[in-house]
């Protein structure tokens, strides 16, 4: 359970039906990410960057040459056909990097644009969409508005594109124009599926020395129009990930010294955010139980009847997760930090009246429990029993068993921004490799 589900939501996107519970708390878990490292979004490897740049570019040539496109249709297209060869050249086994590998068909068939393009044909959560934040903070878009397809390119971002896909000419001719004649209608399938596309675009591929320092550039350097603040942080927090090659992870954020490259105010911000995700855990723990207590076949239940029976152990590991939950409040409010929205939930969560504590929980939910006046009800994704833990989903990028020396319990974009970190030194490879070593069976 990663955090950048922290991104939007919180800690509660579980295995399965990937059920996803915001708690009415976004607000609080997207400034907990940005005090912790500003302007990277989900962005976890270079690759990543490299094709959303693209889609824009491309995107806004096809439209000077007169096509109806979007930002949005042409990135995704274009990160669908890096994905779907890349897998063809892996015989479809899997990678982190890649999505769509139930999905997306055999490249022996049908890849025009117009094919590719349509919403159907690839996954819904597509790389390009954690790249929102980073394009504009890092100078590789200039930005008209917050979304996708309000972006425009910029000249830094036109200099990656330059060192990152120079060596490629299919047909004797750019990357960008391939792709632009490609959105245009002008291009047959098979001009699509050639090897110097395909190492182009291919999110496996490693990208060359210069254009790994080009991104770390843009990294430490950020845009015209980001906050001084907000660069400084992002260069700490790279900083202090690149000391870490080689760590031993495991330590808790409570426990673990203040980084040498970070100031004071970054690492108690950072070590506020962890015992915030840590009371989001707890507080879902608990929701697990009552749902767990309901079973498969209670509609509903008094909220007064499920605080009694969790206290006293009717419900199994009830009193436990009850504990847990108050301690973990009592930490993030000893801690002092000042988020509205976090401090408004601690508190509620340390209530001393359990049936408050409950009603404030489920309130928050409506995703597997609903509040129904004073009784608690299910809600659309309710199942009746705790959720027993199971593989990753194929497109989960962060397996917890991950050998990450980062501090448990930190905002995501940290162990993100770890890994973004090994693949501009190139070692991501090797990292990703040990990994699949670790965790196969």
């Known amino acids: 359970m990663g955090h950048e589900v922290w991104g939007l939501l919180g800690p509660a996107s579980l295995s399965g039906r990937r059920r996803t519970r915001t708690l009415g708390l976004g607000a609080a878990v997207r400034s907990f990410n940005d005090l912790a490292v500003p302007g990277l979004g989900s962005v976890w490897f270079g690759k990543q960057l490299v094709l959303a740049t693209l889609g824009v570019v491309v995107a806004e040539s096809a439209r000077r040459a007169g096509a109806k496109v979007s930002n949005i249709e042409v990135a995704n297209a274009v990160e669908a056909l890096a994905c779907c060869l890349a897998f063809d050249d892996r015989q479809w086994a899997p990678d982190r990097r890649l999505r769509g590998r139930t999905k997306l068909p055999e490249p022996g068939e049908d890849l025009s644009f117009r094919r590719v393009r349509r919403t159907s044909f690839y996954v819904t959560q597509t790389l390009r969409m954690g790249t929102v934040q980073a394009l504009p903070a890092l100078g590789l878009v200039t930005a008209r508005g917050t979304r996708f397809n309000a972006f425009e390119s910029s000249v830094n971002g036109c200099a990656v594109l330059e060192v990152a896909l120079a060596p490629y000419r299919p047909f004797r001719r750019s990357v960008q124009a391939h792709l632009v004649d490609w959105v245009l209608g002008r291009t ?99 929701l697990d139980a009552v749902e767990a207590h309901m079973g498969p076949d209670r509609r509903q239940m008094p909220v007064a009847d499920a605080a009694r029976d969790l206290e006293s152990a009717a419900a199994p590991s009830g009193p436990v997760r009850i504990l847990a939950l108050r301690q973990a409040a009592r930490r993030f409010l000893d801690a002092q930090h000042r988020q509205p929205q976090a401090v408004e939930f601690a508190r509620q969560c340390a209530a001393d009246c359990t049936d408050d504590l409950l009603r404030a929980l489920v309130g928050r939910d409506g995703t597997v429990l609903r509040l129904l006046g004073q009784d608690i009800g299910r809600g659309p994704a309710y199942r009746g029993a705790t959720p027993a833990a199971g593989p990753p989903e194929e497109d989960d990028a962060d397996p917890r068993g991950d050998d990450i020396p980062i501090p448990h319990g930190v905002s995501h974009r940290l162990r993100n921004l770890y890994r973004l970190h090994l693949d501009l030194q190139g070692d991501l490879d090797a990292w990703l490799e040990r990994q699949a070593e670790r965790s196969a069976p």
Do not use: N, Y
């Open 188 to 286: 047959g399938a098979a001009s699509m599926q050639t090897a110097t596309l395909r190492e182009a675009l291919s999110p496996c591929a490693a990208l060359s020395p210069d254009s790994r320092a080009l991104l770390r550039a843009r990294l430490e350097l950020g845009s015209d129009r980001e906050r001084s603040a907000d660069t400084l942080r992002r260069r700490q927090a790279l900083a202090w990930v690149g000391s870490l090659h080689g760590a031993a992870p495991g330590m808790s954020a409570s426990d673990f010294p203040k980084p040498p490259a970070l100031d004071g105010d970054h690492w108690d911000d950072i070590r506020a955010g962890a015992l915030f995700f840590t009371l989001m855990d707890a507080a879902v723990a608990v």
